[in-house]
Nanobody, 121 residues
Framework: QVQVVESGGGLVQAGDSLRLSCAAS????????????LEWFRQAPGKEREFVAQ???????DYAEFVQGRFTISRDNAKNTAYLQMNNLKAEDTAVYYC???????????WGQGTQVTVSS
Protein backbone atom coordinates (compact mmCIF):
# COMPACT_ATOMS: atom_id res chain seq x y z
CA GLN A 1 0.00 0.00 0.00
CA VAL A 2 0.90 3.65 -0.48
CA GLN A 3 -0.14 6.41 1.91
CA VAL A 4 -0.28 10.05 0.85
CA VAL A 5 -0.58 12.98 3.26
CA GLU A 6 -0.99 16.61 2.21
CA SER A 7 -0.18 19.62 4.35
CA GLY A 8 0.43 23.34 4.05
CA GLY A 9 -3.00 24.71 3.23
CA GLY A 10 -4.49 27.69 4.97
CA LEU A 11 -6.28 31.00 4.70
CA VAL A 12 -4.43 33.68 2.75
CA GLN A 13 -5.16 36.91 0.93
CA ALA A 14 -5.11 37.35 -2.82
CA GLY A 15 -1.55 37.80 -4.02
CA ASP A 16 -0.04 35.74 -1.20
CA SER A 17 1.88 32.49 -1.53
CA LEU A 18 1.63 29.01 -0.07
CA ARG A 19 3.69 25.88 -0.35
CA LEU A 20 1.83 22.60 -0.13
CA SER A 21 3.57 19.36 0.75
CA CYS A 22 2.71 15.81 -0.24
CA ALA A 23 4.43 13.10 1.76
CA ALA A 24 4.25 9.58 0.36
CA SER A 25 4.95 6.48 2.38
CA UNK A 26 4.20 2.79 2.58
CA UNK A 27 6.28 -0.24 1.78
CA UNK A 28 5.41 -0.36 -1.92
CA UNK A 29 6.24 3.28 -2.53
CA UNK A 30 9.44 3.15 -0.52
CA UNK A 31 10.58 0.08 -2.39
CA UNK A 32 9.64 1.32 -5.87
CA UNK A 33 9.47 5.13 -5.72
CA UNK A 34 10.37 5.52 -9.39
CA UNK A 35 7.13 3.78 -10.33
CA UNK A 36 4.99 6.69 -9.09
CA UNK A 37 4.33 10.11 -10.45
CA LEU A 38 3.09 12.57 -7.85
CA GLU A 39 0.25 14.83 -8.85
CA TRP A 40 -1.80 17.68 -7.46
CA PHE A 41 -5.52 18.06 -8.07
CA ARG A 42 -8.00 20.50 -6.62
CA GLN A 43 -11.74 20.61 -6.09
CA ALA A 44 -13.80 23.68 -5.35
CA PRO A 45 -17.30 23.41 -3.86
CA GLY A 46 -19.83 22.34 -6.47
CA LYS A 47 -17.17 21.69 -9.10
CA GLU A 48 -15.41 18.66 -10.48
CA ARG A 49 -11.97 17.74 -9.27
CA GLU A 50 -9.40 19.09 -11.72
CA PHE A 51 -5.78 18.42 -12.50
CA VAL A 52 -3.23 20.99 -11.35
CA ALA A 53 0.29 19.62 -11.81
CA GLN A 54 2.31 16.43 -12.13
CA UNK A 55 5.92 15.44 -11.59
CA UNK A 56 7.63 12.17 -12.40
CA UNK A 57 10.31 10.54 -10.28
CA UNK A 58 12.93 11.89 -12.69
CA UNK A 59 11.56 15.43 -12.49
CA UNK A 60 9.50 15.81 -15.66
CA UNK A 61 6.60 18.17 -15.01
CA ASP A 62 3.24 19.03 -16.47
CA TYR A 63 0.79 21.79 -15.53
CA ALA A 64 -2.79 22.69 -16.14
CA GLU A 65 -3.16 25.73 -18.36
CA PHE A 66 -4.88 27.77 -15.64
CA VAL A 67 -1.67 27.71 -13.59
CA GLN A 68 -0.27 30.35 -15.97
CA GLY A 69 3.21 30.14 -14.47
CA ARG A 70 2.08 30.88 -10.91
CA PHE A 71 2.60 27.37 -9.51
CA THR A 72 5.69 25.20 -9.44
CA ILE A 73 5.71 21.50 -8.61
CA SER A 74 8.89 19.92 -7.29
CA ARG A 75 9.95 16.65 -5.73
CA ASP A 76 12.51 15.62 -3.14
CA ASN A 77 12.98 11.91 -3.67
CA ALA A 78 15.18 11.56 -0.60
CA LYS A 79 12.22 12.72 1.50
CA ASN A 80 9.55 10.98 -0.59
CA THR A 81 7.81 14.32 -0.82
CA ALA A 82 6.39 16.53 -3.55
CA TYR A 83 5.69 20.23 -3.19
CA LEU A 84 3.43 22.72 -4.87
CA GLN A 85 4.67 26.28 -4.59
CA MET A 86 1.74 28.58 -5.27
CA ASN A 87 2.42 32.26 -5.87
CA ASN A 88 0.11 35.18 -6.61
CA LEU A 89 -2.89 33.27 -5.35
CA LYS A 90 -6.31 34.31 -6.55
CA ALA A 91 -9.75 33.86 -5.06
CA GLU A 92 -10.54 31.30 -7.74
CA ASP A 93 -7.72 29.12 -6.41
CA THR A 94 -9.83 28.39 -3.34
CA ALA A 95 -10.30 24.63 -3.19
CA VAL A 96 -9.32 21.47 -1.43
CA TYR A 97 -5.98 20.40 -2.87
CA TYR A 98 -5.33 16.68 -3.18
CA CYS A 99 -2.16 14.76 -3.86
CA UNK A 100 -2.15 11.54 -5.84
CA UNK A 101 0.55 8.93 -6.21
CA UNK A 102 -0.02 7.66 -9.73
CA UNK A 103 1.49 4.32 -10.68
CA UNK A 104 3.19 4.75 -14.02
CA UNK A 105 1.54 1.76 -15.67
CA UNK A 106 -1.89 3.10 -14.74
CA UNK A 107 -2.97 0.15 -12.63
CA UNK A 108 -3.07 1.86 -9.22
CA UNK A 109 -3.39 5.26 -7.68
CA UNK A 110 -3.48 6.52 -4.10
CA TRP A 111 -5.10 9.70 -2.86
CA GLY A 112 -4.54 11.81 0.20
CA GLN A 113 -7.30 13.40 2.26
CA GLY A 114 -6.67 16.89 0.94
CA THR A 115 -5.66 20.23 2.40
CA GLN A 116 -7.88 23.30 2.29
CA VAL A 117 -6.65 26.44 0.55
CA THR A 118 -8.81 29.52 0.98
CA VAL A 119 -7.90 32.77 -0.75
CA SER A 120 -9.74 35.91 0.28
CA SER A 121 -10.14 38.80 -2.13
Amino acid sequence: QVQVVESGGGLVQAGDSLRLSCAASGSIFIRYPDKYALEWFRQAPGKEREFVAQISWSGDTDYAEFVQGRFTISRDNAKNTAYLQMNNLKAEDTAVYYCRADEVEGLYDYWGQGTQVTVSS
